[in-house]
């Protein structure tokens, strides 16, 4: 993609950042998934954007939301969120230039009723301690330090983008994040987070999914070349221990064998002959790349 283009990304992306601020806002007990498929649907007629996961091969709403057990492709329905559940929310948007879809993903995991982390708290070491009534102890900090696990992963593979010479080199950075804090998560709360396999990043431009698969863990064999006019989607999702899985009879719900918890995390990622920039984050990524030395680009034309 020209840098034009690349700018055409990121007004999608920022119609995805849009979504989930709207979508963290309204994450509460008693919301049914249905009334937060709607949320997403008018952030995005007001953006004047079109969602791209509705009817997307299929898929029957606008967003992807998993509760708990479920690690992707959940479906908003009649299910009422509770205290304590842990929620991801996977989305998109597109937008029409030059008579293209130019398209915009991204994931984020929230816990009904606890405080979100922003990025800028997130990357000097805040975490919610405060206590949820009517929600175990246990429950809270396993999905809270679950959650901050993948969120981890996901900007550590970010960060790894802007020097990689192959797509592998991400995944390989995601799998080292996870597994450099296993032990300790498995010393304090007794379980050791996993990657799930067969469910990828990859690719994003006129298509919502294009090549090149973005693996979450490392791969044998030589990956494609990391290459400025590249968009990339980076979504690692991690289990609170044994990641076996499988899909609902719905045929899209994918759910832990174990019944254990998941969470997802996504950015779309872009890449410049200058540098990279997150799309889908309000400040191209800058709060939380900071720590890895990393000044994004916030305009490609420039």
């Not at 998993?66 to 329905?77: A, C, L, Q, R």
Request: with cysteine; proline share 4%.
């Amino acid at each position: 993609m020209s840098n034009v283009e690349l700018e055409y990304m990121r007004e999608a992306g920022q119609v995805v950042a849009a979504i989930h601020s709207a979508l963290i806002e309204a994450t509460a007990p008693g919301k049914t998934t249905a009334e937060l498929d709607q949320v997403v649907a008018q952030v995005v007629a007001r953006a004047g954007a079109k969602p791209n996961f509705l009817h997307y091969q299929g898929f029957p709403a606008t967003v992807c939301i998993s509760v708990n057990d479920e690690v992707v492709h959940g479906i908003p329905g009649s299910r009422t969120l509770q205290l304590g559940d842990i929620v991801s929310y996977d989305c998109g948007a597109y937008v029409v230039r030059d008579g293209k879809k130019w398209h915009g993903d991204a994931a984020v995991t929230v816990i009904v009723g606890d405080r979100h982390i922003t990025d800028a708290g997130f990357v000097n070491g805040e975490h919610s301690t405060e206590i949820v009534d009517g929600v175990s102890t246990v429950d809270l900090e396993r999905r809270r330090a679950l959650s901050a696990v993948t969120r981890g992963s996901m900007w550590a593979g970010i960060a790894a983008v802007a020097k990689a010479r192959r797509i592998n080199d991400i995944g390989a950075a995601i799998e080292d994040f996870v597994d450099e804090r296993a032990p300790g998560i498995k010393a304090e709360q007794g379980w050791t987070p996993e990657i799930i396999e067969g469910y990828t990043g990859h690719g994003i431009g006129n298509n919502l999914h294009e090549d090149p698969t973005v693996y979450n863990y490392r791969t044998r064999g030589r990956s494609p070349k990391v290459v400025p006019g590249m968009a990339l989607c980076i979504e690692p999702m991690v289990i609170a221990g044994d990641s076996s899985s499988t899909v609902l009879d719905d045929d899209w719900t994918v759910v832990t064998i174990e019944g254990t918890d998941a969470a997802h995390w996504e950015h779309t990622v872009a890449i410049g002959t200058k540098g990279i920039s997150v799309l889908t984050s309000p400040d191209a990524g800058a709060t939380a790349l900071a720590p890895y030395g990393i000044t994004p680009i916030t305009d490609f034309t420039v």
